[in-house]
Every structure is written in C-alpha cells, then in structure tokens.
C-alpha cells in the first residue's frame, strides 16, 4: 500500500493545461458534449446521461466527490492559449494497494489528430508514477482503434482481450486491456 496522493488539480504542458473538474465549465462542457454527441457516444456511455445543464452539474458534483474520496480524478484538457475547453482525461479505479489506475479519454472531434491527448496522458502518467503507482491501464473497445492507437502510441502493451464484454447498443463487443509500468 502506498501513501494515497491527489493528482495535481493544474498541470502544464508544452499546449495545454489540465485542470481539476469544476463548476466553472459546465456550461461549456454542455455544450462541447452537443456539438460532439454522435462523435462521443459511440464508445462514452455516460454521453447520453449528459443532455441538459442540470446532468451535467450533477456529474460535476459526483467527479469532486469522487475526487475527494481518490476514487477517479477528472482533469479537464483546455487549450493553453485560448483556455477553451477541448476534452478530459484522468485516472479512475484507482487503487493504491496494488498500485494500479486505469485511465480515461476523450477530445472533441476537431481537436483530434494533433497529439493533443498523447501530450496530455505523459502528464498524468508522470504524475502518478512518480506518486508510486506501477501499473496504468487503458481499457477500450477492440473497434475503437483510435483509442487503442493513443495506448500503442505511448508505450502501453497489449495484456488481454476480454471476449464479449462490453455491451454496446444492442451488440456485445470484445475489450482491450493494455498497460504501462512505471
Ligand atoms: C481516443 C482519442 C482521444 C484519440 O485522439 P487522437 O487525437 O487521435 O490522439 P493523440 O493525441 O495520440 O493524437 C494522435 C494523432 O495526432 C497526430 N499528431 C500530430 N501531431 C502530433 C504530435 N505532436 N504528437 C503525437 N501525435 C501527433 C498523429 O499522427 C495521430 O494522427 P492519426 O490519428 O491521423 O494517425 C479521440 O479519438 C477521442 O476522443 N475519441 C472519442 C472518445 C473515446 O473513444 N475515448 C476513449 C475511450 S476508451
């Protein structure tokens, strides 16, 4: 068991800025979330539990709780010259005995091709290696090659594929697990 830390709530990078989850983006986040839906939800299935100002909020509430609580801990991705708000990322199922978190991803659709969220996943990762987790892991759907491209791109490997288990509207689809150790 290691000590449990927090991810930083600011961290900096070369082009953005990851920021601790809070109330002052919701409006915006509803509004990224609409102007992107049919991009996100295809593999996001809280996407469409986000539809009015009021979930949204809502979501905030349950990230600062959880945050609290070292459980996930959502950084919002903003554009460092700009501050406009592109996409989020940040460790959930943290689990400081075995030392272990799994990461989560997304961008808005017209920020993707940039290397926007590998920049922003070597952040995360230095943060939480260096606070003594050795094993990050990056689930996603076997047909969602754009997420498993950012996992290969940065290092990660391929463990397991778990047969059928996730369902997604109305199919069950294979998942990939790939890891990283410090
Ligand atoms: C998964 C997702 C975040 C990937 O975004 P991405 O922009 O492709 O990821 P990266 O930041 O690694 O960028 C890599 C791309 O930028 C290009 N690129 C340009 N400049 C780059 C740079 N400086 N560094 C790295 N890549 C760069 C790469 O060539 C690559 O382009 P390609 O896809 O045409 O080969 C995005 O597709 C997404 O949000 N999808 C929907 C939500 C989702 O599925 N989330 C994951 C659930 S498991």
């Not at 600062?64 to 959930?92: F, M, N, R, V, Y």
Request: net charge negative; hydrophobic share 40%.
């Amino acid at each position: 068991m290691i000590d449990k830390f927090d991810m930083s709530e600011r961290l900096v990078t070369d082009r953005l800025i990851l920021l601790r989850r809070n109330h002052d983006y919701d409006e915006e986040m509803l509004q990224v979330l609409n102007d992107n839906r049919d991009f996100l939800r295809r593999y996001l299935f809280w996407v469409d539990k986000n539809k009015t100002l009021e979930d949204v909020i809502g979501a905030t509430d349950m990230f600062d709780k959880q945050w609290t609580e070292h459980k996930e801990q959502a950084l919002l991705i903003l554009d460092k010259q700009s501050g406009a708000l592109w996409g989020c990322i940040g460790p959930h199922a943290i689990d400081f005995f075995n030392r272990e978190a799994e990461l989560g991803y997304w961008l808005r659709e017209d920020k993707t091709g940039h290397g926007y969220m590998s920049e922003a996943l070597k952040a995360v990762e230095e943060k939480l290696f260096a606070g003594g987790m050795r094993r990050l892991v990056i689930c996603c759907d076997k047909e969602n090659t754009a997420s498993s491209a950012v996992a290969k791109r940065n290092g990660y490997h391929l463990e397991a594929v778990r047969k059928e288990r996730l369902y997604t509207y109305g199919e069950f689809h294979d998942e990939e697990v790939y890891v990283k150790f410090a």
